[in-house]
T-cell receptor, first 113, second 113 residues
Framework: GENVEQHPSTLSVQEGDSAVIKCTYS??????FPWYKQELGKRPQLIID?????GEKKDQRIAVTLNKTAKHFSLHITETQPEDSAVYFC????????????FGSGTRLLVRP | NAGVTQTPKFQVLKTGQSMTLQCAQD?????MYWYRQDPGMGLRLIYY???????DKGEVPNGYNVSRLNKREFSLRLESAAPSQTSVYFC????????????FGPGTRLTVT
């Protein structure tokens, strides 16, 4: 079936460094790619998303890039801060339904002060 | 606005018992979703309701039923709970379709013994 692979599963960086999380998807018809942040014991919250007609999108310290040919997309966080520590999930829409998102397995990011 | 609310927050069931998880949203969204979250597996879609009056299966529907009671409310029922259904359950809502941001509820932590 369709799936989304996410790497790495854990990532530890020094405060101020950059963090990159990568996802690959299998459904060539996917056209929407959101990223969610989930703090411990809390609900997932959207931090940024990108649609298939765009190659890159930025929002302050966060950026997402999309390579449709290679079927992968990445989250970039610059100047990391301790409050960036959380689990990050990527997702891709399913081409056969505009109501289904397939989520990656998550990346636990730890920003060391 | 409360956003998306879920009840209960925690529940312990014995194998074979039944229960209903409740979800409500006050954002006038058309689409609602039920996910389960298991360690290391991200979020998996159980059922969704594209709009009031419709429901459809997601990735992992076996053992569950849903009811879209009205535009605001979407419930998830476990008819005969099994230990494999131990998980954290999240309800979400969005405008029509997944290409809009999904807003998540606070989750229900369910343990089946």
């Amino acid at each position: 079936g369709e799936n989304v692979e996410q790497h790495p599963s854990t990532l530890s960086v020094q405060e101020g460094d950059s963090a990159v999380i990568k996802c690959t998807y299998s459904d060539s018809a996917s056209n929407y790619f959101p990223w969610y942040k989930q703090e411990l014991g809390k609900r997932p919250q959207l931090i940024i998303d990108i649609r298939s007609n765009v190659g890159e999108k930025k929002d302050q310290r966060i950026a997402v890039t999309l390579n449709k040919t290679a079927k992968h997309f990445s989250l970039h966080i610059t100047e990391t801060q301790p409050e960036d520590s959380a689990v990050y999930f990527c997702a891709a829409s399913r081409g056969d339904s505009s109501y289904k998102l397939i989520f990656g397995s998550g990346t636990r990011l730890l920003v060391r002060p | 606005n409360a956003g998306v609310t879920q009840t209960p927050k925690f529940q312990v069931l014995k194998t074979g018992q039944s229960m209903t998880l409740q979800c409500a949203q006050d954002m006038n969204h058309n689409s609602m979703y039920w996910y389960r979250q298991d360690p290391g597996m991200g979020l998996r879609l159980i059922y969704y309701s594209a709009s009031e009056g419709t429901t459809d299966k997601g990735e992992v529907p076996n053992g569950y039923n849903v009811s879209r009671l009205n535009k605001r409310e979407f419930s998830l029922r476990l008819e005969s709970a099994a230990p494999s259904q131990t998980s954290v359950y999240f309800c979400a809502s969005s405008e029509l379709g997944t290409v809009y941001e999904q807003y998540f509820g606070p989750g229900t932590r369910l343990t089946v013994t």
